[in-house]
């Protein structure tokens, strides 16, 4: 068949919803955009531990150390299931580290800024995973298969990252003058953050249209930025809080809130490595892949030794 007539059976398949698995023929450009896209969630996830795990210790009482600590072995099992599903690319996962450990390799702007107090971790579960929810409930009907399915378990657990963040806010919120101004602190420093997660604006956004067309995202970055405010508002209400924007509106006419503009040269600054924390989040990724050098030996050295087991028994059969 020529690469003409696969491309068009390709784009039928995804034309009419139907998954594109790892042994079917896809445009080398589709392999690239999916393997940039899922490695980088991927690395999203397991540096996302970080900001969390540094309050496990320090978490007010048994229950929320234990919900915490769950929360971060799931990001850390998100990762696995993103390395997973991009290997199925054509791509070894030590590839995909080495990608990170050298900053070739983008991960989400979010985890570059500081979690300074424990309503940071109950701002983080709402605003970040609610964030994050927004944007992979439209992933679990991505075109690529293995994606797809990762991202619909991803998502449930996501939901409660999202409910036990919203908690801590809310007993917060009740709670003395003190944690209130936590609460408003933690959410006028992650408030603009995370807006722009969702990446840069339609217009700006270089792999958009593409990425569309492959039906690899199903919703445009303002798109899903619209969806997310217009859901959060309300949840900040019940909170009891002002989010830091003063031209935040609800405008009938369009039936969604208006929002300010959002500051990208900030966002560019820390996608480019100079955010607040890029060097300290880096680092300690790459210590973790140092000190964990001996486990990966071990398992190493372990298949080889059930594989040389097999081998021996069969030749003796
Ligand atoms: N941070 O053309 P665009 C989570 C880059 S949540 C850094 O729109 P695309 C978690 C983009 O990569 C977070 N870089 O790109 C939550 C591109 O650069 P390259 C992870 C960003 O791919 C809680 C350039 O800007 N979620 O994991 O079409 C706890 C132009 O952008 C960002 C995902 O990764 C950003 N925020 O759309 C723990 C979801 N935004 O690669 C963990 C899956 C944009 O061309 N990813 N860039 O050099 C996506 O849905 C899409 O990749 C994006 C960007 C919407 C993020």
């Known amino acids: 068949m020529s690469t003409h007539s696969l491309e068009d059976r390709f784009q039928h398949l995804i034309d009419h919803e139907e998954k594109i698995e790892a042994r079917d023929w896809m445009p080398d450009a589709y392999r690239k955009t999916l393997i940039r896209q899922i490695s980088q969630h991927a690395h999203s996830e397991v540096v996302g531990m970080l900001p969390e795990s540094n309050w496990i210790t ?15 072995q799931d990001e850390g099992g998100h990762g696995l299931y993103l390395y997973s599903a991009t290997e199925t690319l054509g791509i070894s996962r030590d590839e995909l580290i080495e990608q990170l450990l050298t900053g070739k390799a983008k991960y989400s702007s979010i985890f570059n800024y500081p979690t300074l107090s424990w309503a940071d971790i109950g701002a983080i579960g709402w605003l970040v995973d609610g964030a994050a929810i927004m944007n992979q409930v ?27 963040g919203y908690d801590i806010l809310l007993t917060m919120s009740k709670g003395s003058d003190e944690q209130k101004e936590m609460v408003q602190d933690a959410v006028n420093r992650w408030w603009w953050p995370s807006l722009m997660m969702f990446g840069p604006n339609d217009e700006a956004s270089p792999n958009s249209a593409q990425s569309m067309k492959w039906k690899i995202k199903r919703l445009s970055n303002d798109e899903l930025r619209q969806r997310f405010v ?58 973790a892949h140092e000190i964990g050098a001996w486990v990966r030996e071990a398992a190493t050295a372990y298949a080889e030794k059930q594989k040389n087991k097999i081998i021996s028994t069969v030749s003796v059969a």
């Open 230 to 287: 217009d859901a959060t508002v309300p949840q900040a209400e019940i909170l009891g809080i002002q989010l830091p924007d003063p031209l935040l509106q609800y405008n009938e006419a369009r039936g969604h809130y208006d929002f300010g503009p959002i500051d990208w040269e900030e966002f560019f600054e820390v996608v480019a490595g100079n955010g607040p924390c890029n060097k300290e989040r880096l680092a300690a990724r790459v210590k």
């Open 58 to 72: 320090r978490a007010p009482s048994l229950k929320r150390k234990l919900a915490l600590l769950a929360k971060v």
């Open 138 to 164: 439209a992933l679990c009907r991505t075109s690529y298969g293995p994606y797809a399915r990762a991202m619909v378990r991803i998502c449930k657990e996501e939901s409660f990252h999202q409910r036990q």
